[in-house]
C-alpha cells in the first residue's frame, strides 16, 4: 500500500512540476515580447518588395513594361519564357519603361519578375494589332498576377466564335483549378471544368464550350457569361481572349473584381457602336441594383433603367446605348447583394471590354503600353478630381499635364508621347491631394468608319504596398 501510495504521489507531483514549467513559458513569453503588454492585432501595411506577373499565351504581339519606381536603390526585373526559363530582358534600372515587338507566344507565357526598388508599381501589358486577316482587330491585356479566385465576364459562345481560357502556373508545385460559369439562363451545372491540372512552368488552354475542360455542350446557348477560376491547390494566373468571328474582333477580357455590393465600371469609350452593361449575380438570392452612368454631363439614372432586378445565378445585359448617346463614361452600381460587373463595347470591325475595378490610390496608377490614338477616361463620381499624367518612354519622363475631373463626371485626356518614343511609350497617373475616388481606364483606338479597331484597359491601382493580416499571442507556438 505504500508504495502505491508513493507511486501517485510522484504522478502528481510531476504533473505539478510541468503545469509550474507551462506557467513560467508562457509568463516569459509575454513578458518578452514587444510591447510587453497585450492588445488587440491590426492589420498593418507592408511595402512589396517583390512581385510576379504572367503575359499569356495565345498570340504573337508588344510586350511591354513600366516600373513606377523611382527610388535609386537596388532592385532586380527579369522577364523569361515560361516553360523553359529562356531569359528576353533583365534591368537593375527604377523607372524604367521597355517594349519589345514580334515575341512569338501562340504557345509560350512570359513571367515578369520584380525585386526591390523595381517591385513596387510595376505592370507589364501585352497588346496586338492585326490590320487584315481572320484575327483582324486591336487586342489588349494587362499581364497579371497568380491568384486563387479570379473573375471574368463576357460573352458566350452565342455571341463569340472562340473564347480560349489561358491558365499558367509559374510555380514549383502543381496547381488544379476549377472552372464554372453562369449565364444569362443561369448556373451552368456540369462536372466538367472541376479539377483542371496545371503542371509547373506550364499553360494549359481552355476552350470554352469544348467537352472537358471547357465545360461541355452546357455552354452552347450562352450568349453572355461569367467565369470563375478557383484554384484548390497552387495558384495560376487566368487570362480569356474572345474572336468574336473572321475578321470581327478580338479582345482579350480584363479580370474583373470580386463580388461586392459597390462597383464602378470605367472605360465605357464614346462614338457610334453598341454598348451593353453586364452583371453577374453569384449568390442564391436576386439582386436589385441601383444603375447611374457617369458622362461629361454628369450622373443619372438610364431613362427607365435606374433599377436593375438581376436574378440569382445569372448574367444580365443592359443596352446603355440610349443613355450615353455616343458619350465616354463610367458605369456606378449599389446592390443589395454582391455582383460581379463589365461592359461589351462595338466600334467599327472591332469589340472592346471593360469592368469593374477599385479606384487609384495615394499611389495612382501605371499603364505600360500606350501607341496608335491613346486616350484615358477619368471618372470621379464623388468629389471633384484633379489626375497628374505622366508620360514615360525609354529615355525617361515627359511633360506632365494635369486633367481635371468634375464632381460626379467622367473627363477625356489626349495621351501625347514624349520625344523620341512615338513608337510606344507608358504613362503614370497621380491623383492630386483632396481629390476624390477617381477611376480610369485607357483606351487605344486606331482607324476609321468601318475599319476602326479598339481596345479598352480598366487601371487598377499601382500595387506599392499589401496589406499584412494581423498576428496575436497564441499558445500555439508554444505547442509542438
Known amino acids: 500500500m505504500d508504495k502505491v501510495l508513493r507511486f501517485l504521489g510522484f504522478r502528481y507531483a510531476t504533473a505539478g512540476l510541468v503545469a509550474l514549467a507551462l506557467v513560467a513559458l508562457y509568463g516569459l513569453a509575454s513578458l518578452s515580447r514587444p510591447g510587453g503588454t497585450a492588445g488587440a492585432a491590426k492589420a498593418v501595411s507592408a511595402p512589396v518588395t517583390s512581385t510576379v506577373a ?11 513594361l513600366l516600373s513606377a519606381s523611382r527610388a535609386r536603390s537596388a532592385g532586380r526585373l527579369d522577364v523569361v519564357e515560361t516553360q523553359d526559363g529562356t531569359a528576353v530582358v533583365s534591368s537593375q534600372s527604377p523607372g524604367v519603361f521597355w517594349m519589345k ?33 481572320a484575327d483582324r482587330g486591336l487586342a489588349g491585356t494587362r499581364c497579371g498576377r497568380p491568384g486563387t479566385d479570379l473573375w471574368f465576364v463576357g460573352p458566350g459562345p452565342v455571341a463569340a466564335e472562340r473564347i480560349e481560357l489561358y491558365l499558367t502556373n509559374v510555380d514549383a508545385q502543381p496547381a ?26 506550364t499553360t494549359k488552354v481552355v476552350r470554352i464550350g469544348a467537352p472537358g475542360d471547357g465545360l461541355g455542350d452546357v455552354v452552347a446557348s450562352a450568349r453572355d457569361l461569367s467565369l470563375r477560376v478557383h484554384a484548390t491547390t497552387g495558384r495560376v494566373a487566368a487570362a480569356v481572349r474572345v474572336r468574336i468571328d473572321e475578321g470581327k474582333g478580338i479582345e482579350w477580357l480584363p479580370q474583373a473584381q470580386q463580388p461586392a455590393t459597390s462597383l464602378v465600371v470605367p472605360g465605357v469609350p464614346g462614338g457610334s457602336g453598341r454598348r451593353q452593361l453586364l452583371v453577374a449575380v453569384p449568390g442564391e438570392e436576386d439582386a436589385r441594383i441601383r444603375v447611374r452612368v457617369v458622362t461629361s454631363k454628369g450622373s443619372f439614372a438610364p431613362q427607365g433603367q435606374d433599377v ?29 447583394k454582391p455582383i460581379v460587373a463589365g461592359f461589351a463595347a462595338e466600334r467599327g470591325a472591332d469589340v472592346a471590354y471593360g469592368a469593374a475595378v477599385a479606384p487609384l490610390g495615394a499611389d495612382g496608377g501605371v499603364v505600360a503600353e500606350n501607341r496608335f490614338d491613346a486616350s484615358l477616361i477619368l471618372t470621379a463620381p464623388g468629389a471633384a478630381a484633379t489626375v497628374r499624367v505622366t508620360p514615360v518612354g525609354p529615355s525617361g519622363p515627359g511633360g506632365a499635364q494635369e486633367v ?16 523620341g518614343a512615338e513608337d510606344g511609350f507608358g504613362v503614370l497617373l497621380a491623383p492630386s491631394s483632396g481629390s476624390g475616388p477617381v477611376y480610369a481606364a485607357r483606351v487605344l483606338a486606331t482607324g476609321k468608319g468601318d475599319d476602326a479597331l479598339i481596345t479598352v484597359l480598366p487601371v487598377e491601382p499601382a500595387w506599392t504596398t499589401m496589406r499584412m493580416p494581423p498576428a496575436a499571442d497564441s499558445q500555439r507556438a508554444l505547442i509542438p
Open 308 to 336: 436593375l432586378d438581376a436574378p440569382a445565378e445569372t448574367v444580365t445585359a443592359l443596352d446603355l446605348d440610349g443613355a450615353l448617346s455616343g458619350k465616354a463614361a463610367a458605369v456606378r452600381l449599389e446592390s443589395d
Open 101 to 133: 515587338d514580334g515575341l512569338k507566344s501562340d504557345q509560350k507565357s512570359y513571367t515578369v519578375r520584380a525585386s526591390g526598388a523595381l517591385a513596387p508599381g510595376l505592370e507589364a501589358e501585352r497588346t496586338t494589332h492585326w490590320p487584315r486577316g
Open 54 to 64: 504572367v503575359c499569356p499565351a495565345g498570340e504573337s504581339g508588344r510586350l511591354s
Open 404 to 419: 481635371k475631373v468634375p464632381a460626379g463626371g467622367t473627363a477625356e485626356a489626349k495621351l501625347t508621347a514624349p520625344k
Open 176 to 201: 488544379s483549378v476549377d472552372v464554372t460559369a453562369l449565364s444569362g439562363e443561369g448556373p451552368l451545372d456540369t462536372t466538367d471544368g472541376r479539377g483542371v491540372p496545371v503542371e509547373p512552368y
